[in-house]
């Protein structure tokens, strides 16, 4: 009889079985994922390594490198085909490969898994040109199937030290700086920067300066006005604001500085730039440069003319004018030089005259020399100035002319002395041949009219004291004539005393009574009753007055009204002689003084009776104008000093 075993054990049996068999393909399903998801965490691991901006390369227990990424290749500038199965000493430097090596093998031996390498965390690289270039290195190891793998990461680092390097080079730039640089924070407004040349300027030290702000040293600037500079920084209205104040130094002497301020990134925080400049120096050169400017602008203004500079044209376009242009030529400066309305080649100077300066400045300019030329101007009223000009020339680098400097003044008045001194020498000149001719001839016409005279009275027939009359007549003019040369000559001398103008003219007039009736001409005086005496030569006063009244007599052939007029002014006596005659031109009124000048017939005058009446006055301290149109008539004006005590003494 067989035993089997019970049927509900068998079936507890295969339920184990099928529930094992289950928890193994469960497990199995687990391992491949693990073995799944490891592939796929190192498929995640290599494609990090690959990407990585840090050198990674892994090396065996040889050194041997196994993996080099791609920023390995980049950094060390060698393929990776090239670097597997190599060690790494090819990418340190020759001197330092056996330190390297046993650094290495020391760090595998001390079972540490991560460290960092060489001294201050850097270590030299060797690039494949050759290169040597600083890195930042860690290294860790790991175990795998009883085999040691070591990771090496390597950061280059060679620009970073170039940036620490430069702005160290620039750090000691700016903390030697001779300006002022400060850096103040944006919110506490605390100095937290203050370069070497600023601490020594103001007198405080670093640690005193972190716990003060800008507004401590700006005595003069209100905090309302210096936070409304910062506002433009901080709202971007401005990139930079510039503007002068002053500083106050620790021993609380200021200064004045311009400061430039602006609003800059540091480190992740805002701050405030400020680069101070001490403008002591350059506030004293400012104030003696503004003296300067002061001084030449007082001393132009006060030159007697105009100071220029021109181009070198035709035209003397000017490129400045003083303003004594408008005294000088009566254009005010920018009508000559702005608007250039106004051209001084065209239309102020006289064109006569124009192309000789412009050749005498031309040759000076040739020669390198300064140049002086006299010429003359018509001024915006149309009257005439003679001018005399010095200047030089304005000379490049290579020689071209580029301008003309130089200044212009009014000798109208010189060149009037100088027309005078000239008169004046000819006139003595004219005196002395005129004294010697009076005496030469006077002597044998007196003996002509004598024995004339004489034959005269003896002649028996009417026809022989006719011809006679005739001799007398003409030798009395030729007497006359001498007469007035020696009046001319003055060789008499003056006496002068107190005289009563009135009482000359009253005895001038009783003389040419019956000329002035004859003429038809009508007597008007006009006399002061309270009449000032004059010092003068009372003969010589009678002259003047007959010599005028004369020439007015013939300027009035055909009739006509002759006024005289005595009237006191400040300190003068004015006789006044107008006629209604012919007139006298404006070319002829420029020389009636002169000697032997006349607007006569010939032989209505000798041209001496002028120039005799000029000389008087002048010996008397006086003087005499003359106006005249023509066809209306002319007035003569004698002015002669008055009468007083003191004068008298002198005289």
């Not at 009566?330 to 106004?342: C, D, I, N």
């Not at 301290?621 to 000093?641: E, K, M, N």
Request: glycine fraction near 6%; charged fraction near 25%; hydrophobic fraction near 35%.
């Amino acid at each position: 009889m067989s035993h089997d075993p019970p049927l509900p054990d068998l079936h507890r049996e295969v339920s184990v079985l099928r529930q094992e068999l289950a928890e193994l393909r469960a497990v199995q399903a687990m391992h491949q994922e693990a073995r799944d998801g490891l592939e796929a965490i190192e498929q995640q691991l290599a494609g990090i390594i690959h990407s990585a901006m840090d050198a990674i390369i892994i090396i065996d227990d040889d050194q041997r490198i196994v993996v080099f990424n791609a920023a390995a290749e980049e950094i060390f500038q060698c393929p990776a085909q090239e670097a597997l199965g190599n060690t790494l000493d090819q990418f340190i430097p020759l001197p330092l490969r056996f330190a390297h090596r046993e650094h290495v093998r020391q760090f595998a031996e001390t079972g540490a898994t991560s460290r960092r390498m060489g001294a201050g965390m850097e270590i030299s690289g060797l690039r494949g040109n050759g290169e040597i270039f600083p890195l930042e290195a860690s290294i860790s190891q790991t175990e795998r199937s009883g085999k040691r793998w070591l990771t090496v990461i390597l950061r280059d680092i060679s620009q970073r030290k170039q940036n620490e390097e430069r702005l160290s080079y620039l750090g000691r730039i700016l903390e030697d700086s001779v300006n002022e640089i400060y850096v103040f924070d944006d919110t506490t407004l605390r100095f937290t920067q203050v370069n070497k040349g600023a601490r020594e300027n103001i007198g405080h030290t670093m640690e005193e300066l972190r716990v003060m702000t800008p507004l401590d040293l700006k005595p003069d600037l209100p905090n309302d006005q210096f936070l409304e500079l910062l506002a433009l920084l901080r709202t971007g209205q401005r990139e930079q604001v510039v503007f002068r104040t002053t500083h106050r130094r620790k021993d609380r002497t200021t200064y004045p500085v311009e400061v430039h301020l602006q609003l800059i990134q540091e480190e992740g925080r805002r701050v405030f730039l400020a680069i101070i400049m001490d403008l002591t120096e350059r506030v004293a050169t400012e104030q003696e440069l503004q003296e300067a400017q002061r001084t030449l602008t007082t001393l132009i203004k006060n030159l007697p003319g105009m100071v220029y500079r021109c181009e070198n044209d035709r035209d003397w376009t000017m490129e400045f004018v003083s303003p004594s242009c408008q005294d000088l030529t009566g254009y005010p400066p920018e009508k000559l030089v702005q608007s250039r309305e106004v051209s001084y080649g065209r239309d102020v100077m006289f064109q006569e005259d124009r192309e000789r300066v412009w050749q005498e400045v031309q040759g000076a300019l040739n020669d390198r020399k300064p140049f002086q030329s006299s010429y003359r101007i018509r001024t915006v009223e149309g009257s005439v100035k003679w001018v005399w000009e010095q200047g030089c020339g304005i000379f490049s680098e290579t020689g071209e002319v580029v301008g003309i400097e130089g200044y212009v003044v009014d000798i109208t008045q010189q060149r009037a002395l100088e027309d005078q001194l000239r008169k004046t020498e000819r006139l003595a000149e004219l005196g002395t041949l005129a004294s010697g001719m009076a005496h030469e001839i006077g002597t044998p016409m007196n003996v002509i009219l004598g024995r004339a005279e004489l034959l005269m009275r003896k002649a028996p027939d009417k026809s022989t004291r006719q011809g006679l009359e005739t001799i007398v007549t003409q030798v009395e003019r030729i007497t006359k004539i001498m007469n007035q040369l020696l009046s001319f000559a003055r060789k008499r001398p003056t006496v002068r005393q107190r005289v009563n103008l009135e009482t000359v003219m009253i005895d001038v007039l009783d003389v040419l009574q019956e000329r002035l009736g004859k003429n038809h001409i009508q007597v008007l005086k006009t006399i002061s009753p309270y009449l000032p005496t004059v010092l003068a030569d009372p003969d010589h006063m009678n002259q003047v007055l007959l010599n005028l009244i004369l020439n007015a007599c013939q300027a009035m052939a055909d009739g006509g009204t002759l006024s005289l007029t005595l009237h006191p002014t400040d300190d003068s006596v004015e006789l006044t002689v107008q006629d209604t005659g012919t007139g006298i031109s404006r070319e002829e009124l420029a020389k009636i003084f002169d000697p032997f000048f006349s607007t006569k017939a010939v032989g209505e005058g000798t041209g001496l009776g002028l120039t005799v009446v000029h000389g008087i006055l002048q010996e008397h301290q006086g003087a005499i104008r003359v106006t005249s149109v023509p066809g209306q008539g002319t007035t003569f004006i004698v002015s002669l000093p008055m009468y007083s005590e003191e004068v008298g003494r002198k005289a």
